[in-house]
């Protein structure tokens, strides 16, 4: 039976209400009894004439469907957008219940054809439950994973980290106010722990009128209703430590795991894009578009003189503490979640200080700035031993107000143009609405532009990864992080990973003495089995060695620093310097003694097996010790992802160091060469360690057997095919079954 048509309301509140399903009509919708009959044999056989066997199968289907959605999105997605994914859908159930409950208070009764709300979250509730069990070979070895890798836990300080602060939520009008200029970083975004990278909540001028207008002139109708409610949540939880309650709310399930509160805004635009279509699809005749569109200018006129005056009172270089400077700093100290770090007043200053930053002059230089000095201007001296202009924001301020202010200006007036021309017209064209949307959005991808390369492997493009390629497997330090695995070399430095060597970081931090700092370098970079040193090169050459490999490597160049940075800094040439490690002081392994001084080797016992925060606390243990202790190499005979062998020879009882984070799951078998095999326990924190009992030559054999991952893949197994069975059973047709023709099916 082909369905109703949609009513002929315009842009009222009644469009399409009949194509809801009856949970969701007003009481106006339903004119009599005999018209209620007549569209229960239009539509087929309600859910009040099938039995309780198949309402129950359907509610059975549909949360198993549910749950297999959920599950693939935590097996192959992102986990912080499936936590998002988990949270919204409970929200919409709970939201969708307690609109259930009202219309039956309103009506005093809950139809038969309605699902009691109770049951409603405990089958959402069953779904999302049953979908972390079918992700067991996921969620246990990532949980192990989290716990190892961030020891010293999560607390409000990493927590609050990346939130979508009150000041930056004018991007939904202004998407390009502090983001265009690098000049902003460390006065906008760096005291507030966020980024601008993660705070971009633009969803397009036309799109937002379209939501706005949506979520009043349509708010008598449920759906909307629960979507303005999650669009409230999700905009709410995206401020993060800006919200009153945050405390609280880390310390739930989930909300005690992810970092960065902004990107709740994901979810914040799915709802305000479903808000504006539902304004797309009940508008009719342009007069509505044209006073949404009227409200729309009025409002971005006045945030936009608002935030402009502001920018230039706090810009413009004053003398003393005037009025503006002290509501700022008053302002700020209300707001502020981190008492005690950054001041106004220090803020304020920073906004007149230039700017050296590496990260800012080649912003800059990829914005078209010039930023090498010519004889006679002011120069400060950067990061490229060269001079450069001195850039400060106050000095900036005309530009700023052009880069950031002119584009959306100019998307406003191409709306208020397009409003002209609709004002000749009766009925909207939705495909010009659609296609301005899609400008809107399209033009905003400036703000993250993207470089374009050849289509060929980049290790063909660049010689350094090309040169790196001809000794696979071997580590290398480079502070471009992941960078080295493109060649097939292992980063010692990788981003966020946990198979890192010893941190020798904190022991190269800890050299105060330039004098000796080469040799420790050195050292410390053979004690963590480091083969190549990767170095960008400065214009001048400055600090190389002659034995460093100098290599000239514009594509690398390119990703590393941008295209701009040639053309403003002429003398920038995009050479490095590949420095190799001593061979014979590299190894995996290092053997420590303990007859040399007990106090000392239980301190590096401690050390190298406590968690890796705590491995190095400041200058409590003096790291020479380490260093000193280390100093016979165990020989390296094979290495695989899941095995290792070493052979040494201990001249005295102590222990194997080795050079990698140590990690549940590791069993050691040691066998002396004049005896038989004995099983060794293996250190779970800091480095792998394992205990040598007497003087003598052994071969070490590692092997790694992950206990979670086997246990997540025998809970997602069973789960697995107890999940088929019960799909099957729910869409299997019972015996004698009247077929149901095109019956609405039954909700969670």
């Not at 949980?143 to 000041?167: C, H, K, M, Q, W």
């Not at 966020?496 to 700092?517: A, K, M, S």
């Not at 779970?684 to 054999?701: D, F, K, T």
Request: hydrophobic content about 45%; glycine content about 8%; charged content about 20%.
């Amino acid at each position: 039976t082909p369905p109703p048509p949609p009513c002929q309301g315009g842009d009222k509140g009644g469009y399409q209400k009949n194509v809801e399903g009856p949970a969701s009509q007003d009481q106006n919708s339903v004119k009599s009894p005999e018209s209620r009959g007549q569209r229960r044999e239009e539509d087929g056989p309600s859910l009040s004439h099938i039995n309780p066997q198949d309402g129950m199968r359907r509610r059975v289907g549909a949360a198993l469907g549910l749950a297999g959605v959920l599950a693939v999105q935590m097996l192959a997605g992102h986990f912080q957008i499936a936590f998002y994914t988990q949270v919204v859908v409970l929200l919409l159930g709970l939201v969708a219940a307690l609109q259930v409950v009202s219309r039956a208070r309103r009506r005093r009764s809950i139809g038969s054809r309605s699902t009691p709300p109770r049951s409603s979250l405990l089958w959402l509730c069953l779904a999302v439950a049953a979908a972390f069990v079918l992700a067991a070979v996921q969620i246990l070895p990532s949980y192990e994973l989290v716990r190892i890798a961030l020891p010293e836990g999560r607390d409000f300080e990493y927590l609050s980290g990346f939130a979508n602060t009150p000041l930056h939520l004018v991007s939904y009008l202004l998407p390009t106010l502090f983001h265009v200029n690098p000049l902003w970083r460390p006065v906008a975004w760096d005291p507030f722990h966020t980024s601008p990278e993660e705070c971009f909540s633009y969803v397009g001028l036309l799109p937002l009128c379209l939501a706005v207008a949506a979520a009043w002139r349509w708010r008598r109708e449920p759906r909307v209703r629960l979507w303005v409610f999650v669009t409230a949540v999700t905009l709410v939880l995206s401020m993060g430590p800006y919200v009153p309650g945050f405390r609280l709310l880390i310390m739930l399930p989930g909300f005690d795991a992810f970092r960065a509160p902004a990107r709740w805004t994901v979810a914040t635009a799915l709802f305000l894009g479903l808000l504006a279509g539902r304004a797309l699809d009940g508008m009719r005749a342009t007069d509505r578009l044209r006073i949404w569109l009227r409200a729309l200018m009025a409002a971005f006129v006045l945030v936009s003189a608002l935030h402009a005056a502001g920018m230039l009172l706090l810009l413009h270089p004053v003398k003393g503490r005037g009025p503006t400077e002290a509501l700022f700093n008053s302002t700020w100290s209300l707001a502020w979640p981190w008492p005690g770090e950054t001041s106004g007043e220090n803020l304020n200053h920073g906004m007149g200080a230039p700017q050296t930053d590496l990260r800012a002059i080649t912003g800059l230089a990829n914005l078209g700035y010039r930023v090498e000095s010519r004889p006679g201007e002011p120069a400060e001296m950067g990061p490229f031993q060269v001079p450069l202009r001195r850039f400060t924001l106050r000095d900036e301020r005309g530009h700023l107000l052009l880069q950031e202010f002119a584009p959306p200006a100019l998307m406003m007036a191409a709306l208020w143009v397009t409003l002209d021309l609709l004002e000749r017209r009766r009925r909207v064209s939705k495909i010009l609405l659609v296609s301005l949307a899609a400008l809107d959005l399209g033009a905003a991808t400036w703000l993250r532009p993207i470089d374009w390369m050849p289509m060929r492997s980049l290790v063909e493009q660049s010689p350094v990864l090309k040169r790196l390629q001809q000794e696979p497997g071997q580590r290398v330090l480079d502070q471009h992080q992941n960078l080295a695995m493109l060649s097939g070399a292992a980063p010692a430095q990788s981003y966020r990973t946990v198979d890192i060597p010893i941190p020798f970081r904190y022991l190269l931090n800890d050299v105060r003495e330039p004098g000796i700092q080469r040799d420790w370098n050195e050292r410390v970079l053979g004690q963590c089995d480091l083969a190549w040193v990767l170095i960008d090169e400065d214009p001048t050459g400055a600090a190389a060695r002659p034995e460093d490999e100098r290599i000239l490597d514009s594509a690398l160049g390119r990703i590393v620093f941008g295209p701009g940075l040639a053309r403003g800094l002429p003398r920038f040439v995009p050479r490095f310097r590949l420095r190799r490690v001593q061979a014979d002081r590299t190894a995996r392994g290092w053997l420590a003694r303990s007859d040399a001084d007990a106090f000392e080797f239980e301190q590096l016992i401690a050390i190298a097996t406590s968690p890796a925060r705590a491995r190095f606390p400041s200058s409590r243990y003096p790291l020479s010790m380490l260093l000193n202790k280390l100093s016979e190499a165990a020989r390296l005979v094979q290495s695989e992802p899941e095995s290792e062998v070493l052979e040494f020879e201990a001249h005295a009882p102590g222990a194997l160091v080795l050079s990698e984070l140590g990690y549940p799951g590791w069993t050691g078998k040691l066998t002396p060469r004049d005896g038989q095999p004995i099983d060794v326990r293996v250190s779970e924190n800091g480095c792998r360690v394992v205990m040598i009992p007497r003087a003598g030559a052994y071969r070490l054999e590692l092997a790694f057997r992950s206990r979670s991952y086997e246990t997540g893949r025998l809970v997602s197994a069973f789960a697995l095919a107890m999940w088929a069975i019960a799909l099957i059973f729910s869409v299997w047709p019972a015996r004698g079954r009247l077929a149901l023709g095109t019956g609405r099916g039954a909700r969670l």
